[in-house]
């Protein structure tokens, strides 16, 4: 830490080669050990900590030392010491030396907390977001936002050595709906008028594109108002950028150098590159999701052409019927209990499936439901094509396509919870490609964009565009770490018509589109290069990195799971006169 005219060093900083060195030190009082002649204080900074002895020998010191209690901001003139080699702490990096104070002075004293620093015990998160500025002093916490400092340092710094601009773009836009809800804020000036907070920079910088930056970054804050789930907040962080003149390979090349310098800087560690791809359908039918999770193998193999004609009745109707005979080999687990299997039926049933059908491998041949329905040579054959062998146990299940591999999908996750086979520390990258491009959304009765609207087909497909949409693929891509997204992108539609094309098959009429969006639909007449980019959930690749499982614990001050701030309250009720101004009648429902 730099000395200033109060200190000269940080705490955690004093080894042995300061020993003999007068020094000053501020911080908090992290413990305090009163042993009647000596008193023990270890103070803390955010450098760490270092232990302060206070001797009867210098009387005001060592009163004042009494007098402190915990989280007591203090202020210590003293010379460092070695520590007697008994009392030598290998657990603190200052262990071999201590502090004996001549003076020591209160800065600030403290109440009594509502819960301990120094004890690291679990504390209930409503408490700790109450007092977020105490839980933020815990060393876990402090360890978490240094990290995501420096990774925000290493983009930046990668980056602009990259060629990359960073450039802000507004909060305050206009409402271009892109999926999820937006806040709203109100006009003083324009009364009934609205801006909203951007969902992301997307159509900005896409613009900047146009204006000719060729590349662009930002840590850019965005907004959904959506109802929040496990690792999502009303108010989140991108790291997001956009390149002209590129292909799609441009961009996962950068994104990948990009992720793996920030590892590198953050974590010493080297990923291997490039991250393996996979296209959407092999994702789903090799993994039973768009987001796989390559720590552990457990694949899902397709068998309805083994099984579509077998003995087995549900096989035969489903194949028949357009569906899938799908399964997961699981080495060694033949002997799986009852109740487990049970588990993981009732787990496929809630997915939707219609059920999970178990084959055990067992030395004396192959046991469960439908083992005396299979030929031989379908036996035979299913062992090969999944590769299982005695001692396996194999676990099917027959359905729609889609709904086989997400039922799969789960059970594998599950698995490899259960069977402890995810390996610690490990971080396994993976592209998803070849998105489609559109889904059909039956509440709304019309086609979606799966990404966004912006996003550009696979030029193979285009002809397909009208006739058969679904079938139409992306230039889009996810990056996908231990099984979460932690980033998606495309390349980019930059032509009008095409735009509009896509425009008119997502229901939106060109008055419509012209209404939200003909500020990009203009700027697309005036000469827009190809171009594509990617945004990274900054959030969440903080919360892999930093070992954490919500992202709220590597944000200072995130919101609850129901959208509220428990240390400042917000939101809250405003001053009539605030809502007058803004031209704001609150209505409250019957
Ligand atoms: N704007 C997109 C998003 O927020 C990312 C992108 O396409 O670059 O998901």
């Given at each position: 830490m730099r000395p200033t005219r109060m200190r000269t060093h940080g705490c955690g900083e004093l080894r042995v080669q300061h020993a003999g060195q007068s020094v000053r030190?501020?911080?908090?009082?992290?413990?305090?050990?009163?042993?009647?002649?000596?008193?023990?204080?270890?103070?803390?900074?955010?450098?760490?900590?270092?232990?302060?002895?206070?001797?009867?020998?210098?009387?005001?010191?060592?009163?004042?030392?009494?007098?402190?209690?915990?989280?007591?901001?203090?202020?210590?003139?003293?010379?460092?010491?070695?520590?007697?080699?008994?009392?030598?702490?290998?657990?603190?990096?200052?262990?071999?030396?201590?502090?004996?104070?001549?003076?020591?002075?209160?800065?600030?004293?403290?109440?009594?907390?509502?819960?301990?620093?120094?004890?690291?015990?679990?504390?209930?998160?409503?408490?700790?977001?109450?007092?977020?500025?105490?839980?933020?002093?815990?060393?876990?916490?402090?360890?978490?936002?240094?990290?995501?400092?420096?990774?925000?340092?290493?983009?930046?710094?990668?980056?602009?050595?990259?060629?990359?601009?960073?450039?802000?773009?507004?909060?305050?836009?206009?409402?271009?709906?892109?999926?999820?809800?937006?806040?709203?804020?109100?006009?003083?000036?324009?009364?009934?008028?609205?801006?909203?907070?951007?969902?992301?920079?997307?159509?900005?910088?896409?613009?900047?594109?146009?204006?000719?930056f060729d590349r662009y970054f930002q840590l850019a804050r965005c907004f959904r108002d959506e109802d929040l789930r496990a690792d999502r907040q009303p108010e989140f962080t991108q790291i997001d950028l956009e390149m002209s003149f590129v292909e799609q390979d441009d961009v996962l090349e950068l994104s990948e150098r990009l992720v793996a310098h920030m590892v590198r800087e953050v974590l010493g560690q080297e990923v291997s590159l490039p991250?393996?791809?996979?296209?959407?359908?092999?994702?789903?039918?090799?993994?039973?999701?768009?987001?796989?999770?390559?720590?552990?193998?457990?694949?899902?193999?397709?068998?309805?052409?083994?099984?579509?004609?077998?003995?087995?009745?549900?096989f035969r109707e489903v194949a028949e019927s357009g569906g899938a005979v799908r399964a997961l080999r699981v080495p060694d687990q033949a002997a799986m209990g009852r109740k487990f299997l049970d588990e993981l039926v009732e787990l496929v049933t809630t997915e939707g499936a219609r059920g999970l059908v178990h084959l055990s491998l067992t030395h004396n041949g192959a046991r469960g439901p439908i083992a005396k329905h299979l030929a031989p040579g379908e036996l035979d054959a299913l062992c090969a094509a999944t590769g299982a062998r005695t001692g396996d146990l194999v676990l099917l299940v027959a359905d729609a396509p889609e709904r086989a591999a997400s039922a799969l999908g789960k059970v594998r996750q599950e698995l490899a919870r259960r069977l402890d086979l995810i390996p610690a520390g490990a971080y396994r990258f993976c592209w998803v490609v070849e998105f489609p491009l559109l889904e059909y959304d039956p509440e709304e009765g019309r086609y979606v964009a799966k990404h966004h609207p912006f996003t550009a087909p696979v030029d193979e497909d285009l002809p397909h565009l009208e006739s058969d949409p679904l079938r139409v693929r992306a230039k889009a891509h996810d990056l996908v770490l231990n099984g979460v997204e932690i980033a998606g992108g495309s390349i980019r539609i930059h032509q009008r018509e095409l735009q509009e094309r896509i425009f008119r098959l997502l229901d939106l009429t060109p008055?419509?589109?012209?209404?939200?969006?003909?500020?990009?639909?203009?700027?697309?007449?005036?000469?827009?290069?190809?171009?594509?980019?990617?945004?990274?959930?900054?959030d969440r690749f903080v919360?892999?990195?930093?070992?954490?499982?919500?992202?709220?614990?590597?944000?200072?001050?995130?919101?609850?799971?129901?959208?509220?701030?428990?240390?400042?309250?917000?939101p809250s009720e405003v001053d009539p006169e605030q809502l007058r101004e803004v031209h704001i009648a609150i209505v409250r429902e019957p």
């Open positions: 030190l501020c911080g908090w009082v992290h413990r305090r050990r009163d042993l009647g002649g000596l008193v023990f204080l270890d103070l803390r900074d955010r450098s760490g900590i270092v232990q302060v002895v206070a001797s009867p020998e210098a009387p005001s010191a060592h009163a004042a030392a009494q007098g402190v209690r915990a989280e007591y901001v203090v202020r210590v003139h003293g010379t460092v010491a070695l520590r007697p080699a008994h009392t030598v702490n290998p657990k603190l990096p200052t262990g071999e030396v201590e502090v004996r104070a001549d003076r020591l002075e209160v800065l600030n004293p403290a109440r009594t907390l509502p819960f301990e620093i120094a004890s690291g015990e679990v504390v209930e998160e409503g408490v700790r977001l109450r007092y977020r500025y105490l839980d933020l002093r815990r060393p876990s916490m402090q360890h978490n936002l240094l990290l995501r400092h420096r990774l925000a340092q290493a983009a930046r710094a990668f980056l602009s050595a990259e060629g990359f601009v960073e450039i802000e773009t507004p909060h305050l836009i206009r409402a271009t709906p892109e999926g999820a809800r937006d806040f709203l804020v109100p006009s003083r000036l324009h009364p009934g008028k609205f801006y909203v907070l951007p969902q992301s920079p997307q159509l900005l910088k896409q613009i900047l594109m146009v204006a000719g991250f393996p791809r996979l296209t959407y359908r092999e994702a789903l039918t090799r993994y039973g999701t768009d987001k796989p999770d390559l720590r552990y193998g457990l694949e899902i193999t397709d068998l309805t052409e083994i099984l579509g004609h077998s003995g087995v009745r549900l008055e419509r589109a012209h209404e939200r969006f003909g500020f990009l639909l203009e700027a697309f007449q005036y000469g827009a290069p190809p171009h594509g980019g990617i945004a990274f959930g900054f919360m892999l990195l930093a070992g954490e499982k919500t992202i709220r614990d590597v944000i200072a001050f995130p919101k609850t799971a129901s959208a509220t701030d428990l240390m400042m309250g917000a």
